[in-house]
C-alpha cells in the first residue's frame, strides 16, 4: 500500500552532531535555555538514557547502566540536525527508585518539577514506560503534572525487542488504553520506531528540519 500523507516520517534525519552541554543536581545550577528543550522522564532504569543515545545514534553519549538510579542529575545535550536544526535533549532523574533514601527522593521530586514547570524553553515531554510493565500511577501522575502545567507529553513504551513479535501490538494497545497520551513503540536495541518518534518529537517541539528555508503553505 502506498503511504498517505498521514504516514509520511522525516525519515533519515540526520544527527550532524551530539554534544554534552551541561549537568545540574539543582535547578539553580543550569545555564539559562538557549534553544528549545525536549525532556526525557521516566522511572528508574526504564531506558530514558539508552533511548537518547539511540535517537541520536550515538551509543555512549549518555551514560547507561543496569544499575537503576544511574543517572542522578539533569543532563543537557545539544543536537544538531542537517538542514541547520538545532536543539537540546535533557536526560532527567528516574524516579520511583526504592532504595533511595526520603530525603533524596524528595530532592530529586523537586528537582525534576522545578525542571518541567518553571523551564521557559521546554517545548516537550517523552513520558518512557517499558512496553511490558506499561503505565504505573507514577507515570500517570507525571503525564497529569505535565498537563497542569501545560507542558506536551508523548508517551514511548520501550523495550519492545523483549517481546515476541507476536505479542508486541497488543502490548502496546493495553499501554495506549491505559494512558491519556498518544502512544509510541520503541526500541533502543534495534532502533524500531526511530523514524516515527522523531516524525513527532519534531513536530511537537515545532521543530524545523530546514529553519531558514520558507515554510510551503
Ligand atoms: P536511570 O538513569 O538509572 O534512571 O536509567 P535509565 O532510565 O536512563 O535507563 P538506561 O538507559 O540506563 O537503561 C537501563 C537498562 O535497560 C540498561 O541495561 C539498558 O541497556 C537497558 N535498555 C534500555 N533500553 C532498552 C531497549 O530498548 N531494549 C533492551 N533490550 N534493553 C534496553
Ligand atoms: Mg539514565
Given at each position: ?7 509520511r ?57 543496569g544499575t ?16 541547520g ?21 524528595r ?8 525542571f ?10 517523552v ?12 507515570d500517570?501522575?507525571?503525564l ?8 506536551r ?5 520501550t ?56 515554510v510551503?503553505?
Open positions: 500500500m502506498a503511504p498517505g500523507p498521514r504516514c516520517y522525516n525519515v533519515g534525519v540526520q544527527i550532524l552532531d551530539a554534544t554534552f552541554v551541561a549537568g545540574a543536581t539543582n535547578y539553580a545550577q543550569l545555564p539559562a535555555p538557549a534553544f528549545a528543550e525536549i525532556a526525557f522522564a521516566g522511572r528508574s532504569n526504564v531506558g530514558k538514557s539508552s533511548l537518547i543515545n539511540s535517537l541520536v545514534e550515538r551509543k555512549k553519549l549518555v551514560r547507561t547502566s537503576p538510579g544511574c543517572t542522578r542529575a539533569i543532563n543537557i545535550f545539544r543536537i544538531s540536525l542537517g538542514g536544526a538545532e536543539f537540546d535533549l535533557v536526560d532527567l532523574p528516574g524516579y520511583g527508585f526504592a532504595k533511595r533514601s526520603k530525603g533524596e527522593k530532592g530529586w521530586g523537586v528537582l525534576i518539577e522545578d518541567l514547570s518553571q523551564r521557559p524553553g521546554l517545548r516537550a515531554v513520558v518512557i514506560v517499558d512496553v511490558r510493565r506499561g503505565v504505573e500511577d507514577e500517570l501522575q507525571l497529569e503534572f505535565l498537563d497542569h502545567v501545560g507542558v507529553a508523548l508517551l514511548v513504551a523495550k519492545l525487542d523483549k517481546l515476541p513479535a507476536s505479542q508486541r501490538k497488543l502490548a502496546l494497545k493495553a499501554v495506549q488504553a491505559a494512558a491519556p497520551a498518544r502512544v509510541f513503540g520503541y526500541s533502543s536495541e534495534t532502533g524500531d520506531g526511530r523514524d516515527r518518534l522523531w516524525d513527532a518529537l519534531l513536530r511537537e517541539a515545532a521543530i524545523q528540519l530546514s529553519p531558514t528555508e520558507a510551503p503553505a
